[in-house]
């Protein structure tokens, strides 16, 4: 495969099937080349190595929070964020073809992915088995011989591909489940309709550092949409900030506040200014 995956492929972590396949499907179409990686440093050593042109890398679920060695890979990286995708996350149960739901006695998912559907397995009786991956419970579960009383929780791309029947669709506890992804590519994307800027930066150790780097962007206007502390790695204590904007680099109200914010910060790193999904309230 490697010999056609140069230019136009995009890679992400996981097996065909995950939810960040899905969300690379959301973004440029059904028709598109995904090439799966076992890893998130696989990820972003895939891009290194020019194998493929974009990366889809999932930074954020709405009831789990950040996905903190995401944050640290793209610190650590020169790649680009080209773009933000949200995916609204619908679990689905699979099973062998002619299995109904009745016969279900236990279910295969990611841990994660049990527990958002833990209603609707007590409600049905079934036993949650944690597996390694969504995805790969689907495909695994394809690869045996079926007994008649296993099933997958994963998503509707998976069951298609594996050739599952969906025995039910949308059965997480919680509808408000949301994985905002990030696409990488190594240049800069075109100014979009909207866009965020996000960057890294760490403050000096003295008293109202973080307020008044915070405040070089209140002073003009400028609305954040995301701010989560990290450790700094190799120094103890000392916290790193990653930032989420609105608007373009280029725009002059925030090279204003960038160029105060390297004044006052002791390290700066820009992430990238992008297209970005526009909601009506911070997040979805």
Known sequence: ?????????????????????????????????????????????????????????????????????????????DLRIQAEVILHVHHALHAPKGVTIDQIKRVRSHPQALAQCDKFLKRHKIEPVPWYDTAGSAKDLAAETADGETGAIASALAGKLYGLDTLASEIEDVPFNFTRFF???????????????????????????????????????????????????????????????????????VQEALARLLQRASFVKMLGSYPAVKNQSVGI
């Open 183 to 253: 696409l990488l590519a190594d240049d800069d994307p075109q100014h979009g309709e909207f866009n965020k800027t996000s960057l890294v930066f760490a403050t000096r150790n003295r008293p109202a550092a973080l307020y008044e780097c915070l405040g070089e962007f209140a002073q003009r206007g400028i609305n954040l949409t995301k701010i989560e502390s990290r450790p700094r790695r190799n120094r103890p204590w000392e916290p790193i900030f990653f930032l989420d904007i609105e608007g373009h680099w280029q725009d002059q109200q």
């Open 1 to 77: 495969m490697e010999e056609i995956i140069l230019q136009e492929c995009v890679a992400f972590q996981g097996i065909h099937g995950a939810y960040s396949e899905q969300a690379i499907r959301q973004h440029f179409g059904d028709t598109v080349t995904t090439y799966p990686t076992p890893t998130l440093s696989d990820l972003f050593e895939t891009m290194q190595s020019r194998k493929v042109k974009y990366a889809m890398l999932p930074v954020e679920n709405a009831l789990a929070g950040a996905v903190n060695q995401a944050y640290e890979l793209l610190m650590d990286s």
